[in-house]
């Protein structure tokens, strides 16, 4: 069964550090996505991408933050400078089908933590 | 009003039981609506769409109330591997593909 792949699972970093992560969607999808779940927390938006360019980004998708599809097939989460409260856990998702939004597959995630 | 709003239990119950989640959500120009579930320090998992005339599958069966804003989740003859978290999830309304989250039911099924 294709499946959503990230890279890595758990990354530990120094506040102020670069960060990126990494997402390869199921093959024949046309939209990605990243959220954010922190720890006991609800899931949450960061930005939708489609057709290589972002499609709509939350209030937390600031400056910090980019996408990218570089080459076709990874689709990745760049933080510039973490801070300590960028700690969570990171989920891609693709999607297939236009009349489907929510029909959203996700991988297993990216623990970022921020010391 | 939260936009998505969920009673976090948990809910206890035994092998077997029938089980109802509720969730309510405050924009009523939402339009499609969604139940994951996830498992602890696991990602979301599609458990199905809620259509408006209400769906059903297998042992789950998903109801929308429009006129009350509130979508259900019915879940029969619980088996010890329905234990999770379901995630109540809506679109946005505005055609931004956003999905907006519920912080989610915890059931736990018991031998």
């Known amino acids: 069964e294709p499946e959503v792949t990230q890279t890595p699972s758990h990354q530990v970093t120094q506040m102020g550090q670069e960060v990126i992560l990494r997402c390869v969607p199921i093959s024949n999808h046309l939209y990605f996505y990243w959220y954010r779940q922190i720890l006991g927390q609800k899931v949450e938006f960061l930005v939708s991408?489609?057709?290589?360019?972002?499609?709509?980004k939350s209030e937390i998708f600031d400056d910090q933050f980019s996408v990218e599809r570089p080459d076709g097939s990874n689709f990745t989460l760049k933080i510039r400078s973490t801070k300590l409260e960028d700690s969570a856990m990171y989920f891609c998702a693709s999607g297939g089908r236009a009349s489907n939004t929510g029909e959203l597959f996700f991988g297993e995630g990216s623990r970022l933590t921020v010391l | 009003r939260k936009e998505v709003e969920q009673d976090p239990g948990p809910f206890n119950v035994p092998e077997g039981a029938t089980v109802a989640f509720n969730c309510t959500y405050s924009?009523?120009?939402?339009?499609?609506f969604f139940w994951y579930r996830q498992d602890c320090r696991k990602e979301p998992k599609l458990l199905m769409s809620v259509y408006s005339s209400g769906n059903e599958d297998g042992r789950f069966t998903a109801q929308l109330n429009r006129a009350s804003q509130y979508i259900s989740l019915l879940i029969r003859d619980s088996k010890l591997s329905d234990s999770a978290t379901y995630l109540c999830?809506?679109?946005?309304?505005?055609?931004?593909?956003?999905?907006?989250w519920g912080l989610g039911t915890s059931l736990a099924v018991n031998p």
């Open positions: 991408f489609y057709n290589n360019e972002i499609s709509e």
């Open positions: 999830v809506l679109e946005a309304p505005g055609n931004n593909r956003k999905l907006i």
């Open positions: 924009n009523s120009a939402s339009q499609s």
